[in-house]
């Protein structure tokens, strides 16, 4: 089936440090990947998209590339800021009708000033 | 416009209560999905529902979860005879479905169930 392993955390940074934080699925045909952001007290909401092999998906100065080789989706981020503190969920959706998403476990990200 | 609203918030019952959960999907969405967040298993897929078609109750852990979604808007989850494991929190996202690779996923806030 379908399964997506990301880092595990709690991942702890300074401000304007670089952030990587790893993801890998294990899927059948093509999916689509997708990292979405849970700040605290709030829902999840999307933060980037690919939706095929080679495409990079960015958004709030985090980015991610479909490495379908490696079977990877690491989001990186030049410079984290404080405001960028809160849960990292990698997830994938198979091609198909019911496109429900497959989430990874969470990654806790904390930027200290 | 509106987002995707769950209702209750939160939610505590004794174990053995039955509980019924609320979504209201944003307006004109077709799709609507429940998932689980739970600190033992992340954040599942419990269900899926997309226009008249029959739902995908794939996700489901046991008999005793059930959902409905009345004129294909509003849609309420109820658990049976509640267990401590069931505590969690249950988020509902809705989706338009317009055709193509991909159609975003909008979640609401959640409803923290607690069984006691």
């Known amino acids: 089936g379908n399964s997506v392993t990301q880092m595990e955390g709690p991942v702890t940074l300074s401000e304007e440090a670089f952030l990587t934080i790893n993801c890998t699925y294990t899927?059948?045909?093509?999916?689509?990947l997708f990292w979405y952001v849970q700040y605290p007290g709030e829902g999840l909401q999307l933060l980037l998209k690919a939706t095929k092999a080679d495409d990079k998906g960015s958004n709030k100065g985090f980015e991610a590339t479909y490495r379908k080789e490696t079977t990877s989706f690491h989001l990186e981020k030049g410079s984290v800021q404080v405001s960028d503190s809160a849960v990292y969920f990698c997830a994938l959706s198979r091609s198909g009708s019911a496109r429900q998403l497959t989430f990874g476990s969470g990654t806790q990200l904390t930027v200290l000033p | 416009g509106a987002g995707v609203s769950q209702s209750p918030s939160n939610k505590v019952t004794e174990k053995g209560k039955d509980v019924e959960l609320r979504c209201d999907p944003i307006?004109?969405?077709?799709?609507l999905y429940w998932y689980r967040q739970s600190l033992g298993q992340g954040l599942e897929f419990l269900i899926y529902f997309q226009g008249n078609s029959a739902p995908d109750k794939s996700g489901l852990p046991s008999d005793r979860f059930s959902a409905e979604r009345t004129g294909g808007s509003v849609s309420t989850l109820t658990i049976q005879r509640t267990q401590q494991e069931d505590s969690a929190v249950y988020l509902c996202?809705?989706?338009?479905?317009?055709?193509?690779?991909?159609?975003?996923?909008?979640f609401g806030p959640g409803t923290r169930l607690t069984v006691l």
């Open positions: 899927a059948t045909g093509y999916p689509s």
């Open positions: 307006s004109g969405h077709t799709a």
């Open positions: 996202a809705s989706s338009p479905m317009r055709g193509g690779a991909y159609n975003e996923q909008f």
